[in-house]
């Protein structure tokens, strides 16, 4: 389907459970058979009955509707229809058929009982043998509603179609949390028919059977959080509606980051599994180990911020509540599939799955390693390694071979030089020097930020003298920000820094601060204030192109705890040339926000560069003699750093397909900087907790078993903070994202 089919198709899901499935209803409708076969009827003749059929709908569209399901606490359990439509849509013996036909019809009303292929330690298990389906197996719902059960049997393998009436079959009702009924099967009964499956077809339609339950209960969190949200907007505590208080935007903000996650990671599995891609097995344990604590969370921060209202059972959050645990808490939960990640990676030595989709982007990435590897070879990545931090990404050398070879201005018009490639080539090339350990921060400042500025704001002059020499790779290429000041860091307009006009030149006057790579830098974009009488602050901002060598610039490098520097710059009373202001006069703002989208599609590589680090320390536990890949704990650690780590790509490649879109990504490219910023904190102490003290030692000790980690914690900090904070980032997220008001 397309994206314009599937909105069709959610929309008339959701008129039709807002017209029979109503809100004041729904729990006490969940609880009928009746109800709930009625319910059946209506989505098998909206077409919902051709699910997984060969024709129909993919998984995709399958997800979308159970999520409408869970937003409106309808538990019919749809994934059944799915998997009998996949399963036995091939097979031509008359019972099946005839079965598959009644399912489509809606004359039979299938759910499904995964049994030793659950998850849940007490799921039970079924078996096969002469003729009868023996055993017991727990937790299946909608048994009192349906009239089939799809079994998966463990001995031998395959799928047996029973008749809940028919006799052998016991149900037992199994009151829970969950709003939809659960119930036990005890079996000892000739099926309608057993079918014969491969351990690995019958392991993925449990997968399938958890990413739709996952789906439900993002579609329930969906619904909790958008009431929640609605609450913040209306409700007056202090004079104020609390959606002005920065503790409420900043736990909704929280949420969202949480639903966005979830949403993409089902997305992403999805369309993996409708184009036949073997990846989609790892991303389906990646969206199920994120949302597991992460819609836990969201719900939970949903009834902080409803506060008492949203506790009372005649509320919609309640049921929410119950449904959003008790679907993730099923089929094993995000525990089953950390573990079956961290067996993925620690036992079977597979990698995050690839995100080219296409053979443009699959060939781009190719070309790439190919001439990295030629020119960037291991004996100098080696090499670099033993340089100090602070060279170890600036070497303008590389630049200029980079620059001779074309591999500069990725995404400028070809008219100037560059080569015109789309944003997800953009994220490839940058993944790639990642990996790589490159030295790319000689020229990524300019090719990302500055170059596209003057592209769009320079003089003609501006564009002769810097972009020929940015794609070559000289000094040109080498710029700095000055940007921050001590008084202003995330708050860039209440910057100080002046600029006055004296006739053909500009004198500035001032300090800038936290600037890295300020003393290797050859130029700087500066950030000055030309109308200190402009309203607002952001008004009266102007951007010059200076050369760090002008007289009157006093550049001080300071120690930072990652074992690099950042610089403080004064400006005293330096004269630059009239030329050197890009942009116009106090327009600086619009040149310093013009360069985000660009900008965001870099934050790639630090989900790249974190990715590196996973690798790393998979290899060290695998490797190291002393058994400790095999713990639990450690496997169960690994598992989930896996997991948001993968979320943590996808929100980069979110940002990089909004670029190609010709949109810009604001609140998502916050979405992303604060996660993979919270994120690269997390990998430092978990790097620690499963090194031990050994993760203590710095690179320059011998026995260290990983020297980088422990510079990697302290690194963390400067992706959390650098280039404006988490709570800045939520600050964003809350007004641009949510629409939530700002304090009055």
């Not at 079996?187 to 499956?197: E, G, I, M, N």
């Not at 590389?398 to 560059?418: H, I, N, S, T, V």
Request: aromatic share 6%; net charge negative.
């Amino acid at each position: 389907m397309s994206s314009e089919e599937r909105v069709l198709l959610v929309g008339s899901v959701r008129r039709l459970l807002g017209d029979e499935w109503t809100t004041d209803r729904a729990v006490t409708m969940s609880s009928d058979p009746a109800e709930l076969r009625r319910i059946n009827s209506e989505l098998c003749e909206l077409g919902l009955a051709e699910l997984g059929a060969p024709e129909g709908p993919g998984l995709r569209e399958t997800l979308l509707v159970c999520e409408e399901l869970g937003r409106a606490s309808c538990h019919t359990p749809l994934i059944a229809t799915f998997l009998c439509n996949r399963l036995f849509s091939g097979f031509d013996d008359p019972v099946t058929r005839s079965f598959i036909a009644d399912v489509r019809s809606g004359k039979a009303i299938p759910t499904v009982a995964l049994s030793g292929f659950d998850g849940d330690f007490a799921a039970g298990a079924a078996r096969w043998a002469d003729g009868r389906l023996l055993g017991r197996t727990a937790f299946v719902e909608g048994l009192t509603a349906s009239t089939h059960v799809l079994v998966l049997t463990s001995a031998p393998f395959g799928i047996a179609i029973v008749m809940l009436d028919g006799h052998g079959v016991r149900v037992t009702p199994t009151p829970a949390l969950s709003i939809a009924p659960l119930g036990e099967l005890e079996l000892d009964c000739r099926p309608v028919a057993w079918h014969p499956f491969d351990e690995k077809s019958l392991a993925d339609a449990a997968t399938i059977a958890r990413l739709a339950a996952t789906s439900r209960a993002e579609g329930a969190a969906q619904r909790a959080f958008d009431l929640a949200l609605e609450y913040a907007k209306i409700r007056r505590q202090f004079g104020h509606v609390i959606g002005e208080f920065q503790a409420i935007q900043h736990k909704l903000a929280n949420c969202l980051v949480q639903l966005d996650g979830t949403r993409l990671g089902l997305g992403k599995t999805a369309d993996a599994y409708d184009r036949g891609d073997a990846g989609w097995r790892m991303l389906a344990d990646a969206a199920i180990a994120f949302a597991g604590p992460a819609l836990r969370q969201l719900i939970l921060e949903v009834h902080h911020a409803l506060g008492a209202i949203g506790y009372s059972e005649e509320h919609e959050a309640p049921r929410h509540f119950r449904s959003v645990h008790a679907d993730l808490a099923r089929f094993g939960g995000a525990q089953r599939a950390r573990s079956a990640l961290a067996d993925q990676l620690l036992s079977k030595g597979a990698k995050l799955p690839s995100h080219d989709t296409s053979e443009r982007v699959i060939e781009f990435r190719k070309s790439i390693r190919e001439w990295l590897d030629a020119n960037w070879t291991a004996a100098e990545r080696e090499a670099n390694r033993k340089k100090p931090l602070l060279y170890r990404r600036w070497q303008p050398e590389f630049a200029r071979k980079m620059g001779e070879a074309g591999w500069l201005g990725l995404d400028w018009p070809k008219e100037l030089g560059g080569q015109a490639r789309a944003a997800d080539e953009q994220l490839a090339f940058i993944e790639e020097l990642e990996f790589c350990e490159a030295p790319s921060e000689t020229y990524m400042v300019a090719e990302t930020i500055i170059g596209p500025a003057i592209i769009k704001f320079g003089s003609d002059e501006q564009k002769r003298q810097f972009l020929p020499a940015m794609l070559r790779g000289d000094d040109e290429s080498m710029f700095a920000l000055h940007y921050s000041e001590p008084e202003a860091g995330s708050d860039l307009a209440s910057l100080r820094t002046m600029a006055r006009r004296d006739g053909e030149e500009w004198v500035v006057s001032g300090q800038k601060l936290w600037t890295t790579n300020g003393e290797l830098a050859k130029y700087a974009i500066l950030a000055a204030r030309t109308d200190p009488e402009a309203k607002p602050k952001h008004a009266g901002i102007s951007t010059f192109l200076v050369r760090l060598d002008t007289p009157g610039i006093d550049i001080r490098p300071i120690k930072a705890m990652y074992g690099r520097t950042f610089c403080a710059t004064f400006y005293d009373d330096v004269r630059i040339p009239a030329s050197a202001l890009l942009g116009p006069e106090n327009g600086g703002w619009q040149v310093i926000t013009s360069a985000l989208a660009a900008e965001r599609v870099t934050i790639g590589s630090v989900a790249a560069h974190l990715q590196k680090i996973l690798y790393r320390l998979i290899d060290h536990l695998i490797t190291a003699d002393n058994d400790r890949a095999k713990d639990p704990v450690i496997r169960d650690r690994i598992g989930g750093l896996a997991a948001d780590l993968e979320i943590a790509r996808q929100f980069a490649l979110r940002n990089a397909e909004l670029v190609q879109a010709e949109r810009v990504p604001i609140y998502e490219a916050a979405i992303s900087k604060m996660f993979i910023g919270d994120l690269h904190e997390r990998f430092g102490e978990a790097a620690l907790d499963l090194l031990g003290s050994g993760g203590l030692l710095s690179e320059d000790c011998p026995s260290a078993p990983l020297g980088e980690m422990e510079q990697e914690l302290r690194y963390s900090i400067m992706t959390a903070i650098g280039g404006g904070t988490g709570e800045m980032q939520r600050n964003t997220i809350a007004l641009r994202g949510l629409g939530l008001p700002r304090m009055k």
